[in-house]
């Protein structure tokens, strides 16, 4: 859970090279300018084929200047916090400047009150998360005797960072948090099903990790998967989709909103604001600093403090993702975040009662497609997938592709589940989508 706290900000290293960087920038000739410093520090448990590795750490730094000068930008990067190499990078990134278009869009974050954020802890559970792992490859050897454990990593990443502009905006961040990631297939003799990728984020390692994320429900699909059949014939059904897979089809809508499709006017939703696109049944919030999401952040990539939004409320389009640059660009308000932390609100149904309503179609898991037009058609194949008929989740199929158009799969979106998946990073429902071509075989 983040855990936010303000007033003045002690000086450390961090502070004392993002203080020097910036004024380096200014007595270089910039007009305005901005920095920030990083450091990151990963402590990682692998398993490969279901044994135990090593520990290992790692640890990055990086710094991000940024400058305008006569309406022209320049930013440049490095990974080292040397005086020198700072020095130098200042006349590098002044001369991307000068060789850059003038645009009056670029600007810097006005001014704002100087702030410390904090989250999660800073040092590792090694203890912990070592008896978590090898808790987890039991457990899974147990309920799941056909799984391969391919891959499976737990970190706990601790992350420092300081950020000032010369408006004296002036931020400072600390957080602490735990992935896992896991890559996996089932497999009898020469029946194998294909890999499956899925992960999770959490502040603390309260629980088993076979009780977080989906991971136990992607474990028994791996196992199921096993044996798959086509889908035969052609035909227009329901597409329930998984939480897993419900992020590529928030995809268009969140693309579709931010900067470079409304500046060219190419977005399905450039006129849209305060229509309805979707169901009223669905609503659609960004929540970076909400006690929901643990893997979220503080401070947005052109240097404002994050706050919480929503973007699409009971159908009704509420907000657009528009950097600073691009509310300066087209005239319209900036976003308050840099979206992701996206939770979708629970519906009134149950999955088991959504399945039940479906006549004919596929519960999908995860979607391989090409990018969508730009009018939203997009095509693809359902991998690791099921296909349901007369209400029913008949049996595991075999790659079999989907088609349709985003734009009206939010507009009919016809079912929203009351059971969520707590990604860390992402809350997401079951939701179901009628009027999609179906292809098997």
């Known amino acids: 859970?983040?855990?936010?706290?303000?007033?003045?900000?002690?000086?450390?290293?961090?502070?004392?090279?993002?203080?020097?960087?910036?004024?380096?920038?200014?007595?270089?000739?910039?007009?305005?300018?901005?920095?920030?410093?990083?450091?990151?520090?990963?402590?990682?448990?692998?398993?490969e084929r279901a044994e135990l590795g090593l520990l290992r750490t790692t640890v990055n730094v990086s710094i991000n200047m940024?400058?305008?000068?006569?309406?022209?930008?320049?930013?440049?990067?490095?990974?080292?916090?040397?005086?020198?190499a700072i020095d130098q990078a200042v006349t590098e990134v002044l001369s991307m400047a000068a060789a850059s278009q003038p645009d009056q869009a670029y600007d810097i974050a006005e001014a704002q009150e100087p702030r410390s954020f904090v989250a999660g802890g800073t040092e590792p559970q090694l203890d912990l998360m070592y008896d978590r792992m090898k808790e987890f490859v039991s457990a899974v050897r147990v309920k799941y005797p056909n799984i391969m454990l391919q891959e499976v990593y737990l970190s706990?990443?601790?992350?420092?960072?300081?950020?000032?502009?010369?408006?004296?905006a002036h931020f400072q961040t600390s957080q602490g948090i735990h992935r896992c990631t896991a890559i996996f297939s089932g497999q009898e003799g020469d029946n194998v099903s294909s890999f499956i990728y899925t992960g999770f984020a959490r502040r603390e390692l309260e629980q088993p990790l076979l009780a977080c994320g989906s991971i136990d429900t992607r474990l028994r699909h791996a196992s199921e998967?096993?044996?798959?059949?086509?889908?035969?014939?052609?035909?227009?059904?329901?597409?329930?989709?998984?939480?897993?897979?419900?992020?590529?089809?928030?995809?268009?809508?969140?693309?579709?909103?931010?900067?470079?499709?409304?500046?060219?006017?190419?977005?399905?939703?450039?006129?849209?604001?305060?229509?309805?696109?979707?169901?009223?049944?669905?609503?659609?919030?960004?929540?970076?600093?909400?006690?929901?999401?643990?893997?979220?952040?503080f401070v947005t990539g052109d240097g404002y403090a994050a706050e919480n939004s929503t973007l699409i409320d009971h159908g009704v389009l509420r907000s657009y993702l528009l950097t600073l640059y691009g509310a300066k660009k087209t005239g319209r308000q900036r976003a308050?975040?840099?979206?992701?932390?996206?939770?979708?609100?629970?519906?009134?149904?149950?999955?088991?009662?959504?399945?039940?309503?479906?006549?004919?179609?596929?519960?999908?898991?995860?979607?391989?497609?090409?990018?969508?037009?730009?009018?939203?058609?997009?095509?693809?194949?359902a991998k690791?997938?099921?296909?349901?008929?007369?209400?029913?989740?008949?049996?595991?199929?075999?790659?079999?592709?989907?088609?349709?158009?985003?734009?009206?799969?939010?507009?009919?979106?016809?079912?929203?589940?009351?059971?969520?998946?707590?990604?860390?990073?992402?809350?997401?429902?079951?939701?179901?989508?009628?009027g999609i071509s179906i292809s098997g075989k």
């Open 156 to 168: 706990f990443n601790h992350s420092k960072s300081s950020f000032m502009n010369s408006n004296e």
């Open 384 to 434: 690791n997938s099921y296909y349901i008929e007369d209400g029913k989740v008949a049996y595991p199929i075999r790659e079999t592709m989907v088609s349709g158009n985003f734009v009206e799969a939010f507009r009919h979106l016809s079912a929203i589940s009351r059971e969520r998946v707590d990604f860390g990073w992402a809350v997401l429902p079951w939701v179901c989508i009628p």
């Open 336 to 381: 308050v975040n840099n979206g992701g932390a996206y939770v979708v609100d629970p519906g009134d149904k149950s999955l088991d009662e959504i399945i039940a309503s479906v006549k004919r179609g596929i519960l999908i898991t995860r979607f391989s497609g090409g990018s969508p037009s730009a009018n939203g058609d997009f095509s693809g194949v």
């Open 66 to 84: 940024l400058v305008i000068k006569d309406r022209k930008k320049g930013s440049i990067s490095l990974n080292t916090l040397e005086r020198s």
């Open 1 to 47: 859970m983040p855990h936010q706290f303000g007033g003045p900000i002690a000086m450390n290293a961090h502070e004392e090279t993002t203080r020097y960087a910036l004024h380096a920038l200014l007595q270089a000739g910039a007009d305005k300018a901005g920095c920030s410093v990083n450091t990151s520090t990963k402590h990682e448990l692998s398993v």
């Open 225 to 297: 998967q096993v044996y798959s059949q086509p889908v035969w014939g052609k035909f227009t059904g329901d597409l329930v989709i998984a939480p897993d897979c419900l992020g590529s089809f928030l995809g268009f809508i969140t693309r579709s909103l931010s900067d470079r499709p409304i500046i060219a006017g190419t977005s399905v939703y450039k006129d849209s604001l305060g229509q309805q696109i979707a169901n009223p049944i669905f609503s659609l919030h960004c929540r970076p600093v909400s006690p929901e999401i643990a893997d979220g952040y």
